[in-house]
């Protein structure tokens, strides 16, 4: 998603940044700031994030004005960092995305509410359901916690995406049935692959980085 300037009317320009300010101060509420002063080199890690969020949305291509098809990465965002401060990264993202004329500042709101909010909260419930509910077995993490989380993430992004256009009487449901949602099956299964695969890689090497991940716990069984 990807919200123009002059796209959605004027008159919802502050509920736009109300939308913006209010979920980015969610997720700085609800993050571990103690937590981190005790372990600042998690701050690199969220630096980090940031900069891979950056640069899989800068490559990018417009299904219709204001829906875009690009990778989302927030699966493996929310499993590394946790949702508060996944909810910071996304949001710091496209406020840097803004800075650069890459993203309109009078979308910002709009695109963390579609594209943003979505895989991060499907992530946060399916890892913690799954680790309530299923054994603590390493490939049901892989396939259910980052692969099955990035798929679900990626449709609600597109589904939350398109219900905005909607409301807002933008495209109609026929647009959207047949421009947007037939493109989309091609970009889920390469969003989960991309997700597992960085995940994959970081709980070998480096399992303390990720912060919804036990080695013990999982390497055990």
Sequence with gaps: MNVADGLISPDFLWLNWLLFVFLIGLGVYRS?????LHAPQRLNLIAASVAFLAMLWLFSSS??????????????VTLLIGWPLAL?????TLLLLSLAGQVAFSGLG??????VVP?????????????????????IYLFVN??????????????????LMLVFGIYTWDVLTSSYFPLLPIQWVPEAMINTMIILGLTLLRPDWVITFDDQKYFRN
């Design 110 to 115: 709009w695109d963390m509410l579609g594209m």
């Design 32 to 36: 571990p700031w103690r937590a981190l």
């Design 146 to 163: 980052s692969f099955f989380s990035a798929i679900l993430g990626a449709m609600a992004a597109a589904l939350a995406s398109a219900s």
């Design 63 to 76: 299904a219709l004005p204001g829906l875009s098809l690009h990778f989302l990465g927030l699966t493996v």
């Design 88 to 92: 910071v990264s996304g949001g710091v």
């Design 119 to 139: 895989p991060i909260f499907v992530t946060a419930l399916i890892n913690a359901a799954a680790q309530r509910l299923l054994p603590a077995n390493y490939f």
